[in-house]
């Protein structure tokens, strides 16, 4: 955890590359999220070797979590099988509102991230309709906190890197570690050193018996896909750019065999 803060806030700010990478997918018409563009301030146009990178991103998790949320339960005198999600250093995700919208939403949806990143995302919960309906009319939410507390959906910070605080994010969210569970770890882990990895995934298998822990990640930065993204990062995150680009090789050398 002595990563300074500029670090700390260059890996936050790969969010916002993530957002306007995925809006500019849906421009394309690659992809549809009729939420992302809420949380994009300023629109980019990317080129089509990244639209289709975040096209086979979408399309990868969108056909594994369907799988699992479509798994149904053996005969009608059974009682629904309650289902979870758990999204680890989620962003400005908006999987939770287009499953709303799709009628596939599990019982309960948990989204973990920094805490300057889940203050923002909670005041535009807060603050824009589209995202604010879909959340129950008696959520509780707390920019301040960085947090939303409804039924069906949590919003939470968490540091990622310690492992005690995700155990405690358990409890505070109501997660049932009997209940079949989709962790979702999507770009996130590679941000992270190689110790904290194995933590987190050692942690999810001995806290859940039933599990999916869905792991993408950006490998081979020298590929032609790698060298878009990292030009974009460098474009937009100049002063922290080489720490991102450490995080990569870092992945590389620690799991050579990925
Ligand atoms: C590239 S974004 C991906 C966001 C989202 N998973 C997606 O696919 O759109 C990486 C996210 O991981 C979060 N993150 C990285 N390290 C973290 C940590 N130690 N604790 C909490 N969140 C972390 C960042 O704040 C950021 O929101």
Same mark, same amino acid.
């Given at each position: 955890?002595?990563?300074?803060?500029?670090?700390?806030?260059?890996? !936050?700010?790969?969010?916002?590359?993530?957002?306007?990478?995925?809006?500019?997918?849906?421009?394309?018409?690659?992809?549809?999220?009729?939420?992302?563009?809420?949380?994009?301030?300023?629109?980019?146009?990317?080129?089509?070797?990244?639209?289709?990178?975040?096209?086979?991103?979408?399309? *990868?998790?969108?056909?594994?979590?369907? !799988?699992?949320?479509?798994?149904?339960?053996?005969?009608?005198?059974?009682?629904?099988?309650?289902?979870?999600?758990?999204?680890?250093? *989620?962003? @400005?995700?908006?999987?939770? @509102?287009?499953? %709303?919208?799709?009628?596939?939403?599990?019982?309960?949806?948990?989204?973990?991230?920094?805490? #300057?990143?889940?203050?923002?995302?909670? *005041?535009?919960?807060?603050?824009?309709?589209?995202?604010?309906?879909?959340?129950?009319?008696?959520?509780?939410?707390?920019?301040?906190?960085?947090?939303?507390?409804?039924?069906?959906?949590?919003?939470?910070?968490?540091?990622?890197?310690?492992? %005690?605080?995700?155990?405690?994010?358990?409890?505070? *969210?109501?997660?049932?570690?009997?209940?079949?569970?989709?962790?979702?770890?999507?770009?996130?882990?590679?941000?992270?050193?190689?110790?904290?990895?194995?933590?987190?995934?050692?942690?999810?298998? !001995?806290?859940?018996?039933?599990?999916? @822990? @869905?792991?993408?990640?950006?490998?081979?930065?020298?590929?032609?896909?790698? !060298?878009?993204?990292?030009?974009?990062? #460098?474009? #937009?995150?100049?002063?922290?750019?080489?720490? /991102?680009?450490?995080?990569?090789?870092?992945?590389?050398?620690?799991?050579?065999? /990925?």
């Amino acid at each position: 955890m002595e990563d300074s803060h500029s670090n700390t806030a260059a890996v !936050q700010a790969t969010n916002d590359d993530a957002s306007a990478s995925k809006l500019s997918c849906v421009k394309k018409g690659y992809m549809k999220d009729d939420y992302i563009h809420l949380f994009v301030r300023r629109p980019v146009r990317r080129s089509p070797i990244i639209n289709r990178g975040y096209f086979a991103r979408w399309a *990868a998790i969108r056909k594994l979590l369907y !799988q699992f949320l479509d798994v149904e339960k053996k005969s009608d005198e059974d009682p629904p099988i309650k289902k979870q999600i758990l999204s680890l250093g *989620a962003g @400005f995700d908006t999987t939770y @509102f287009q499953l %709303q919208d799709e009628g596939k939403a599990p019982y309960l949806y948990v989204e973990v991230d920094f805490k #300057e990143v889940t203050s923002k995302k909670a *005041a535009l919960i807060e603050t824009c309709s589209p995202l604010r309906n879909k959340v129950d009319e008696t959520a509780v939410i707390s920019r301040e906190k960085g947090e939303v507390f409804s039924a069906h959906y949590k919003l939470l910070p968490a540091d990622l890197r310690d492992v %005690q605080q995700l155990s405690a994010i358990i409890t505070h *969210a109501g997660l049932d570690p009997s209940l079949p569970t989709f962790i979702i770890a999507e770009c996130v882990l590679i941000y992270l050193d190689p110790d904290s990895t194995r933590a987190i995934v050692g942690w999810a298998s !001995q806290t859940f018996s039933t599990a999916i @822990f @869905f792991l993408y990640e950006q490998i081979h930065p020298d590929d032609a896909f790698g !060298q878009q993204m990292i030009r974009n990062l #460098e474009n #937009e995150y100049i002063s922290h750019f080489h720490s /991102i680009l450490g995080s990569f090789i870092k992945l590389e050398l620690s799991f050579p065999d /990925i």
